[in-house]
C-alpha cells in the first residue's frame, strides 16, 4: 500500500476480541488478514523461527507505531460516536452501515509500476506528524500499519516473496516439469526449458531448491528434495493461478456473452442488491456483460456458491477467501475494491506481486494501473483476462 494513496481518515473499531496472536493473520486468497489489537501478532511474528534480522532490529519500532494504534482502537471502541469518516468522500448507505463512494482514479502511468514500503518510512510519518496530525492521519498509520504486519505474516509464514508478473505465468510449466520428474522414478534432476531456467534463476526459493537437488549426492535424497519442490511449486501456483468457479454459467443473449454468477445474500435488502450490481459493472463490455444471480441460501444440487458478508469492523480491507468461497466487504470501504474481489471469485488471482529485500528491510510492490486485478481505483478489465473468462467459462 502506497503511504500517500489514503485519504480515509481513521475509523477503527474493535475487532477480533480474543487471541491476540498470528491467528489473526488470517490467509485469504493470497491475504493475511490482520485484525483486531496489532501488538501481540508483531510480538509473536518476531519471534517465530522464519523471522529474520530485520524483525528483530525493527521490532521497538514497530511496537511504537502499533501500540499507538491499538490504544486508538480502544479509544474509538468505547466512544463509537467518534468513528466518522472522511466528509470530503460521499459515503452511500449499505446493508444498515455505509460504503465510501470513490470514483476512479485517472490512470498516470500505464503498464507496472514499482514502489517500496517500509516500517521506517511509517515511522518517519508516525513521527513527523504526531504533534499535529492532519485528519487522515490515523487512517494511513492504520492502514500502513495493517499492510506491513500482513506482508510480515506472508513472508514468515513462508509466501514466496521473489515473484513478479514475469515469472508467475511460468509457475505452471516448472511444476508441470517437475512434476514428471518426480513420478519417474528413475529421474534425479527435472529438465528445464531455458524460459523455466531464466524465471527459476529469478526467484530465491527455487534457486536454493534447484541447488539442493544438485548438490545432493544420495539419490533417495535428491528424489525427497524433488517432491518438496512440487509441494512448494504447487503452493505458488495455487496462489497466482487461475482457479474456476463451477457455479458460474454462460450464455449467449444476442450479440453479448453472459456471465452469471450466483451470490448468497442473505438479509441483504432490494436495494443492498441494486447497488452490488452497480458495483461491477467493470465487468461488463461490449462483447460481455456479467450479473448477479443473487441467493438467499446454499443450494444443495449446485456447486458452492460464494457467501457475501458485510462486516462492520472498520480498520480492515475488503478480501476473499477462494477456500471456503467468502467476499467480505467492510464498513466504510471502498466501493471500488468490490469489483476487484468479484474478480477472485470468477478465478482470478491478484496481479500485484510484493518483493523483500532482508539487505534493506523493504517490501517492494509491483502492480499494473491498468488491470482491475492489480489496482482496483484505476484498472479495469484487460483483454487477456476477457480471453481467459472465455475459455474457462465456454457457452455450451
Same mark, same amino acid.
Given at each position: 500500500?502506497?503511504? +500517500?494513496?489514503?485519504?480515509m481518515?481513521?475509523?477503527?473499531?474493535?475487532?477480533?476480541?480474543?487471541?491476540?496472536? %498470528?491467528?489473526?493473520?488470517?490467509?485469504?486468497?493470497?491475504?493475511?488478514? !490482520? =485484525?483486531?489489537?496489532?501488538?501481540?501478532?508483531?510480538?509473536?511474528?518476531?519471534?517465530?523461527?522464519?523471522?529474520?534480522?530485520?524483525?528483530?532490529?525493527?521490532?521497538?519500532?514497530?511496537?511504537?507505531?502499533?501500540?499507538?494504534?491499538?490504544?486508538?482502537?480502544?479509544?474509538?471502541?468505547?466512544? &463509537?460516536?467518534?468513528?466518522?469518516?472522511?466528509?470530503s468522500?460521499?459515503?452511500?448507505?449499505?446493508?444498515? @452501515? %455505509?460504503?465510501?463512494?470513490?470514483?476512479?482514479?485517472?490512470?498516470?502511468?500505464?503498464?507496472? +509500476?514499482?514502489? #517500496?514500503?517500509?516500517?521506517?518510512?511509517?515511522?518517519?510519518?508516525?513521527?513527523?506528524?504526531?504533534?499535529? &496530525?492532519?485528519?487522515?492521519?490515523?487512517?494511513?498509520?492504520?492502514?500502513? %500499519?495493517r499492510s506491513? !504486519?500482513?506482508? *510480515?505474516?506472508?513472508?514468515? @509464514?513462508? !509466501?514466496?516473496?521473489?515473484? *513478479? /508478473?514475469?515469472?508467475?505465468p511460468?509457475?505452471?510449466?516448472?511444476?508441470?516439469?517437475?512434476?514428471?520428474?518426480?513420478?519417474?522414478?528413475s529421474?534425479?534432476?527435472?529438465?528445464?526449458s531455458?524460459?523455466?531456467l531464466?524465471?527459476?534463476?529469478?526467484?530465491?526459493?527455487?534457486?536454493?531448491?534447484?541447488?539442493?537437488?544438485?548438490?545432493s549426492?544420495?539419490?533417495?535424497?535428491?528424489? *525427497?528434495?524433488?517432491?518438496?519442490? !512440487? #509441494?512448494?511449486?504447487?503452493? #505458488?501456483?495455487?496462489?497466482?493461478?487461475?482457479?474456476?468457479?463451477?457455479?458460474?454459467?454462460?450464455?449467449?443473449?444476442?450479440?453479448?456473452?453472459?456471465?452469471?454468477?450466483?451470490?448468497?445474500?442473505?438479509?441483504?435488502?432490494?436495494?443492498?442488491?441494486? =447497488?452490488?450490481?452497480?458495483? $461491477?459493472?467493470?465487468?461488463?463490455?461490449?462483447?460481455?456483460?456479467?450479473?448477479?444471480?443473487f441467493?438467499? @441460501? +446454499?443450494?444443495?444440487?449446485? %456447486?458452492?456458491?460464494? =457467501?457475501?458478508?458485510?462486516?462492520?469492523?472498520?480498520?480492515?480491507? *475488503?478480501?476473499?477467501?477462494? /477456500?471456503?468461497r467468502?467476499?467480505?466487504? $467492510?464498513?466504510? @470501504? #471502498?466501493?471500488?475494491?468490490?469489483?476487484? /474481489? $468479484?474478480g477472485?471469485?470468477?478465478?482470478?488471482?491478484?496481479?500485484?506481486?510484493?518483493?523483500?529485500?532482508?539487505?534493506?528491510?523493504?517490501?517492494?510492490y509491483?502492480?499494473?494501473?491498468?488491470?482491475?486485478?492489480?489496482?482496483?481505483?484505476?484498472?479495469?478489465?484487460?483483454?487477456?483476462?476477457?480471453k481467459?473468462?472465455?475459455?474457462?467459462?465456454?457457452?455450451?
Amino acid at each position: 500500500m502506497k503511504l +500517500q494513496s489514503y485519504s480515509m481518515i481513521f475509523v477503527l473499531a474493535l475487532v477480533g476480541c480474543g487471541k491476540k496472536t %498470528a491467528d489473526q493473520a488470517a490467509q485469504s486468497n493470497g491475504h493475511w488478514e !490482520v =485484525t483486531g489489537p496489532l501488538s501481540g501478532v508483531v510480538d509473536e511474528l518476531s519471534r517465530e523461527k522464519r523471522a529474520g534480522k530485520c524483525d528483530s532490529a525493527e521490532l521497538d519500532m514497530k511496537m511504537e507505531i502499533v501500540t499507538a494504534v491499538d490504544k486508538k482502537l480502544e479509544e474509538l471502541s468505547k466512544n &463509537p460516536e467518534s468513528n466518522k469518516w472522511d466528509e470530503s468522500q460521499k459515503a452511500i448507505k449499505f446493508h444498515g @452501515g %455505509a460504503l465510501l463512494s470513490m470514483e476512479m482514479e485517472k490512470l498516470k502511468k500505464s503498464g507496472y +509500476q514499482t514502489y #517500496d514500503n517500509s516500517w521506517k518510512e511509517l515511522y518517519t510519518y508516525f513521527k513527523k506528524n504526531a504533534a499535529n &496530525p492532519p485528519k487522515e492521519y490515523w487512517a494511513i498509520v492504520n492502514n500502513y %500499519a495493517r499492510s506491513l !504486519v500482513s506482508d *510480515d505474516a506472508k513472508r514468515i @509464514g513462508g !509466501v514466496n516473496m521473489g515473484i *513478479d /508478473e514475469n515469472t508467475a505465468p511460468v509457475i505452471i510449466d516448472i511444476l508441470t516439469d517437475t512434476q514428471k520428474c518426480a513420478k519417474d522414478l528413475s529421474c534425479v534432476s527435472p529438465n528445464y526449458s531455458k524460459a523455466e531456467l531464466d524465471a527459476i534463476a529469478k526467484v530465491p526459493y527455487y534457486t536454493s531448491y534447484l541447488a539442493d537437488i544438485h548438490n545432493s549426492a544420495q539419490i533417495g535424497e535428491r528424489r *525427497d528434495l524433488i517432491t518438496g519442490f !512440487v #509441494d512448494r511449486l504447487q503452493y #505458488d501456483q495455487d496462489r497466482y493461478g487461475f482457479g474456476l468457479n463451477d457455479s458460474i454459467k454462460t450464455r449467449k443473449n444476442n450479440d453479448k456473452i453472459e456471465i452469471e454468477l450466483p451470490l448468497i445474500v442473505k438479509g441483504f435488502s432490494t436495494e443492498d442488491r441494486k =447497488t452490488l450490481t452497480d458495483l $461491477i459493472a467493470r465487468w461488463t463490455d461490449k462483447n460481455h456483460s456479467t450479473l448477479f444471480r443473487f441467493v438467499d @441460501g +446454499q443450494d444443495s444440487t449446485a %456447486a458452492k456458491f460464494y =457467501t457475501l458478508f458485510f462486516d462492520n469492523i472498520p480498520g480492515k480491507r *475488503d478480501f476473499t477467501n477462494t /477456500e471456503n468461497r467468502e467476499i467480505h466487504m $467492510i464498513q466504510y @470501504g #471502498d466501493t471500488r475494491a468490490f469489483a476487484h /474481489e $468479484i474478480g477472485h471469485s470468477m478465478g482470478f488471482p491478484d496481479h500485484y506481486y510484493e518483493m523483500w529485500s532482508p539487505e534493506q528491510c523493504t517490501y517492494t510492490y509491483r502492480h499494473n494501473g491498468d488491470d482491475i486485478m492489480s489496482d482496483h481505483a484505476t484498472g479495469y478489465v484487460t483483454d487477456d483476462e476477457w480471453k481467459l473468462l472465455d475459455k474457462s467459462y465456454p457457452v455450451k
